[in-house]
């Protein structure tokens, strides 16, 4: 079973009983990956992931040949790579609230990352994760998280959808940095880059979903977002039922999730977060990819209709005591939806 260690920004542990962690590694398994795999990879092997039925992988046979990347787990380590590698007990990024550097682990010992000039580039509060400098949508400054927005401070003026640069510029870029993007290659193997750009690329050429397929940015709406029209809710439902039920139960509140959430009032309220979870796990849990369709376009299809089964606040209600913090009637985030 997957060691529960590491911790996202929230209790995660705190948050997961220990029931239910037994609940959630037990049901690991049952994921819509079509027939049981022959062999449960060990924890940290490549899971030759929950994409298509590959081409009959090398088996057993030979020596290590490079494995196709793990775009999922490039999705997990976007999201926050010092959670997804377990580099919790080696690596602390510097602390945004004190002036000297007083992290720990990474080239200089003291939780600072270098650019791509060899000069610390301190942490402002993005914790050197991608994810804060690039946005759930990658879009950096054009997206969620630009100044239209939801203005943060740490985002980035690169929108990685619209980045013409090839894969193998990509992955240099990421190991080497920029003036302000970190040189990732002083903390993260080739492994780690190749899956990181196969994500990028792939999400970018529109082999995974692509977020505005989604949702539109809408600076009117709450977040700044909406669901796009057009999603079938009825067969999101099912899905929840084949693919999510076995471990957040079937209302959506087996697991509490950030502390106070459930599924639905989580996926009502930040889908622009959620989506990217759906689509890749959760960095450091149990929770894999979750939607196994063989293109980009299916598989933003089914994020969506789940996602919009999920604004059902009746099926999948908040969690006891906390009605008063769903969202309202009327509220422009999950548009027709919302019921
Ligand atoms: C193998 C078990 C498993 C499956 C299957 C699964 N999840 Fe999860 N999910 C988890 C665990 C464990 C967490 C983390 C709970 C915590 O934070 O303590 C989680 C977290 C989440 C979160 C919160 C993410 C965050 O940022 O905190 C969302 C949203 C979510 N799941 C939605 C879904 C949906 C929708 C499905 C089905 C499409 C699904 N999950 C399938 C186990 C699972």
Redesign the pocket.
């Known amino acids: 079973m997957l060691a529960l260690q590491s911790r ?1 920004r929230t ?3 705190a ?2 009983a220990l029931g ?2 037994l609940g ?2 037990h ?2 398994p ?2 819509r990956a079509g027939p049981p795999a022959a062999v449960v990879p060990a924890v940290s092997s490549p899971a030759p992931a929950a994409s298509a039925p590959a081409a009959s992988g090398p088996a057993a046979s030979g020596p290590a040949q490079a494995a196709e990347p793990d775009d999922a787990r490039g999705g997990r380590l976007y999201d926050n790579w010092r959670t997804e590698r377990r580099l919790s007990q080696s690596f602390a990024a510097d602390s945004p609230k004190t002036p000297e550097p007083d992290g720990k682990g990474g080239p200089n010992g003291n939780g600072t990352l270098n650019d791509g000039a060899g000069r610390p580039l301190q942490n402002t509060g993005h914790d050197y994760r991608l994810k804060n400098l690039f946005g759930w949508d990658l879009r950096g400054a054009d997206g969620v998280d630009g100044p239209a927005y939801h203005d943060e401070p740490h985002v980035l003026r690169r929108n990685l959808l619209t980045d013409t640069r090839s894969a193998s510029e990509i992955q240099r870029w990421l190991a080497e940095g920029d003036a302000r993007t970190p040189a990732y290659g002083q903390v993260l193997d080739e492994r780690d880059l190749s899956d990181l750009t196969a994500f990028l690329v792939k999400t970018r050429d529109g082999e995974l979903a692509r977020p505005e397929h989604i949702f539109r940015l809408e600076a009117a709406a709450p977040e700044g977002y909406e669901l796009v029209a057009g999603a079938d809710p009825a067969r999101g439902r099912e ?2 039922g084949y ?2 039920e ?3 139960g079937k209302d ?1 509140r087996e ?4 502390g106070m ?1 459930s ?1 639905g009032t ?2 009502r309220s930040v889908a622009y ?2 989506w990217f ?2 689509q890749n796990g ?1 960095a450091g ?4 990819r ?2 196994l369709e063989k293109t980009g376009a299916e598989s933003a299809r089914a994020v969506l209709d ?1 996602l919009a089964a ?1 604004c059902d606040r009746k099926a999948f209600p908040a969690l006891r005591g906390r009605d008063a913090e769903d969202v309202k009637d009327g509220d422009a985030r999950c548009g027709a939806y919302l019921k």
């Open positions: 996202r209790g995660w542990l948050g997961l239910s962690a959630a590694a049901c690991a049952s994921q899905l929840y693919t999510c076995d471990c957040h959506g697991l509490t999730l950030d959430q599924v989580l996926s977060e959620v979870k759906i959760l849990s149990p929770m894999k979750q939607v789940l999920l």
